[in-house]
Each structure stands twice: as C-alpha cells, then as structure tokens.
C-alpha cells in the first residue's frame, strides 16, 4: 500500500478488509443506508440489491451459498478522485459440486464519504452464473 494512499481508495480497502473478516458492523458504516449494490448475470445471484438491508442479505447469501468459503483477494485499488473507485480483485469459493476462482471488479460510486453504488463486474458471467445456478 502506497504511503498516500487517496481517502476513497482508503475507505473501500476498509470495506473488502472488514467483509474478509465477516465484521458487518464495520462494513455497514461505510456504506449508505440507501446503498445499491448490481451484480452481473442470470443467477440467483444476479440482480439489483438496493437498500443497505438488502445488499447485507445478498453478502450473506455469497457465504451460505458456499458453505463459508467464498474469499476475495484484492488486486488493486484505484480512485478517480471525483467519487468513484475501480477495485480489481481475484474471487474463490466452493459450491456444492464444484469450486470456482475468478478475477473481477468493482465500481464504486461514494457520496459525502461512504458507499451509495457498486457495480459489479466479472471475467465470465456465463461461467459464474453456472456456479451460482439459474433455478
């Protein structure tokens, strides 16, 4: 980590520290109680998750889904400086009957200091919506 690191960088590296660690009190203070959070496909996992509730249950449902093995390390972390970071990071997790590791990324959009919007986006959505599963 650079020594001067920019404060929107600084707040989303919390944010992936405090959601490796499972500490969602931690998480949910960066974020906007209004806060969205898209990700891409046709799984069941796939969707528009708006309202800090619902993105909450959706980040549980990444860890229920995988028997607690879903992780991600971070790549890189880049601000733009006018409220909006690209994170780059590496995703693993075990289903099931099959295990996945995939690169991916997500764009974020901060408002007065916190979280309002992630994008998220991944190397191969068919491939992930198979993980996940359509039904």
Same mark, same amino acid.
């Given at each position: 980590?650079?020594?001067?690191?920019?404060?929107?960088?600084?707040?989303?590296?919390?944010?992936?520290? *405090?959601?490796? +660690?499972?500490?969602?009190?931690?998480?949910? #203070?960066?974020?906007?109680?209004?806060?969205?959070?898209?990700?891409?496909? /046709?799984? $069941?996992?796939?969707?528009?998750? +708006?309202?800090?509730? /619902? @993105?909450?249950?959706?980040?549980?449902?990444?860890? %229920?889904?995988? /028997?607690?093995?879903?992780?991600?390390? @971070?790549?890189?972390?880049?601000?733009?400086?006018? &409220?909006? $970071?690209?994170? $780059?990071? +590496?995703?693993?997790?075990?289903?099931?009957?099959? &295990?996945?590791?995939? #690169?991916?990324?997500?764009?974020?959009?901060? @408002?007065?200091? +916190?979280?309002?919007?992630?994008?998220?986006?991944? *190397?191969?959505? %068919?491939?992930?919506?198979?993980?996940?599963?359509?039904?």
């Amino acid at each position: 980590m650079t020594h001067h690191e920019h404060p929107d960088a600084a707040l989303v590296r919390r944010g992936y520290e *405090a959601f490796s +660690k499972g500490d969602m009190a931690t998480l949910r #203070e960066l974020m906007t109680s209004d806060c969205t959070h898209h990700s891409p496909g /046709n799984s $069941v996992m796939s969707g528009h998750f +708006k309202g800090i509730d /619902n @993105v909450f249950d959706h980040y549980g449902q990444l860890m %229920e889904r995988t /028997n607690g093995t879903f992780r991600i390390e @971070v790549k890189g972390v880049y601000p733009d400086g006018r &409220g909006h $970071v690209i994170s $780059v990071h +590496k995703w693993h997790a075990d289903g099931s009957d099959r &295990g996945i590791e995939m #690169e991916g990324g997500l764009f974020f959009t901060l @408002v007065g200091g +916190k979280v309002s919007d992630i994008d998220e986006c991944v *190397a191969d959505i %068919e491939e992930s919506d198979a993980f996940w599963g359509t039904g």
